[in-house]
């Protein structure tokens, strides 16, 4: 970083020094925010896009109940595009023994499954999806009932200029 320009190292004594931020660093730093934002929001539309599609897919009305698999940021979206559908969310499950509640609901353990009616499972979880997908599988889910968030390779692969590709496409 130093060499770069991004900091420049002041001595204070023998075996002290400080670390002071460039105007370059200043710089940088602003532009590595906002690449970083701008791959959060394609990271968010994209997923958002596939749960649409795959919620209006399956042909549920409004009033159907719902179980959301997983607890973290792509649970939340799921959770907010589960709401914009009209559907209800009957339960939060989670296979990895967290407790506590999500989103003013209960966590349960997969092992909860048989007490909540439910029209369908949405897997709001980007790891190990096959393995969950034949863990809830086995557990006597239909797989026609499950809706598991895809690979999204592309978005690892992300550059600021895909963004502007995708929003021109969508006008």
């Avoid at 958002?48 to 599609?53: D, E, K, V, Y």
């Avoid at 409004?62 to 595009?81: F, P, W």
């Avoid at 969310?89 to 007490?115: C, E, K, M, W, Y």
Wanted: with cysteine.
């Amino acid at each position: 970083l130093a060499n770069k320009g991004c900091i420049k190292i002041v001595s204070i004594r023998r075996n002290r020094v400080n670390y002071l931020i460039t105007p370059r660093g200043i710089s940088e730093k602003a532009r590595l925010s906002y690449e970083y934002l701008q791959y959060s929001l394609a990271f968010y539309h994209q997923i958002r896009t596939f749960l649409n599609h795959a919620l209006a897919s399956l042909g549920l009305s409004n009033g159907k109940h719902l179980l959301l698999y997983g607890t973290g940021e792509v649970a939340e979206i799921a959770y907010l595009v589960i709401q914009l559908h009209g559907l209800h969310v009957a339960g939060v499950l989670d296979g990895q023994g967290n407790a506590g509640t999500f989103l003013h609901h209960p966590i349960h353990p997969l092992s909860d499954l048989g007490r909540t009616p439910f029209d369908g499972v949405v897997v709001a979880s980007l790891t190990d999806r096959e393995a969950t997908r034949g863990m809830l599988v086995e557990s006597g889910i239909p797989p026609e009932k499950l809706i598991t968030i895809p690979d999204v390779p592309e978005l690892f692969r992300w550059r600021p200029q895909d963004l502007k590709r995708s929003s021109t496409k969508e006008r």
